[in-house]
C-alpha cells in the first residue's frame, strides 16, 4: 500500500511550549489542583475534557482501558457510571484498583490518577441514572455490555422492546451504577521544550497526608 506522506512515525513530534508547572504554582491538595486544570481544559473549550482512560485488570492479569466520562469529583474522588457486568466491571470486582488518564491535547497537559474503586451507593446511582437523556437510559438498559452479539438489528430490536416496555419512565437496572475511584496518587504532567517536562507527584501518606514531590521526565 503507498504510503500517503513520505514523513515516517518516527519523525512526528511537537516541542511542547505553552506553559510550565513548579512546586509553587500547584495547590497543597491535588483536587484543588485537578480543579483547577479541569476548570481551565472547560474554558479553553477542550473537545470532550471530561473523557478520560480508564485502565483495569482482569483475573488472568492482563491489563485493560478504554475512555470513560467522569461525571462527579470531589474530596471522595473520582466517579463515574458504567455496566457492572461489562469487562471493566468483572475487572474491578476482581481487582477494585484502577487508573484514570485525562489527557488534555490542547492544552499540553496530562493528569494520572491511580487507587481504589468501589462502588457508589444506590440513591447516587439512581440520582445520576435518572438525569440522563432518555435514549441513554433505554439505552442502558436495552445493552448487555460487552457480551457478544450477533447483529445491529438484534441491537436494536432490544432497545425497542425496552422501549415499549418503559416508555418515558424507564427505571434503572440493577447492572447499572457508579463507580468512584479513590486517589492515592495523583501526577500533574506539562509538556515543556526538548521533552523536560514538569511532572508533579502526589501521595497519599500513611496519615492520609498529601506529599509532593518533582518527578524527573
Known sequence: MKQKTDKSIADLRIDYSQASLS???????????????????????????NAMSLATVG?????????????HFDAQGFTWFTNFESRKGHDLLEHPYGALLFHWVALER??????????????????????RPLRSRLGAIASAQSETI???????????KAEQKYGDNPPRPNHWGGYRLLP??????????????????????????????????
Open 23 to 49: 512546586e509553587a504554582d500547584t495547590a497543597a491538595d491535588p483536587i484543588t489542583q485537578f480543579n483547577k486544570w479541569f476548570d481551565e481544559a472547560i474554558s479553553a473549550e477542550v473537545p470532550e475534557a
Open 59 to 71: 483475573n488472568n492479569g492482563r491489563p485493560s482501558s478504554r475512555i470513560v466520562l467522569i461525571k
Open 110 to 131: 496530562q493528569v494520572r490518577i491511580e487507587g481504589r474503586v468501589e462502588r457508589v451507593s444506590d440513591s447516587e446511582s439512581d440520582a445520576y441514572f435518572h438525569s
Open 150 to 160: 450477533a447483529s445491529r438489528e438484534l441491537l436494536e430490536a432490544e432497545y425497542a
Open 184 to 217: 492515592d496518587t495523583v501526577e500533574f504532567w506539562q509538556g515543556r521544550r526538548s521533552r523536560l517536562h514538569d511532572r508533579i507527584l502526589y501521595t497519599l501518606d500513611a496519615d492520609d497526608k498529601w506529599l509532593r514531590q518533582r518527578l524527573q521526565p
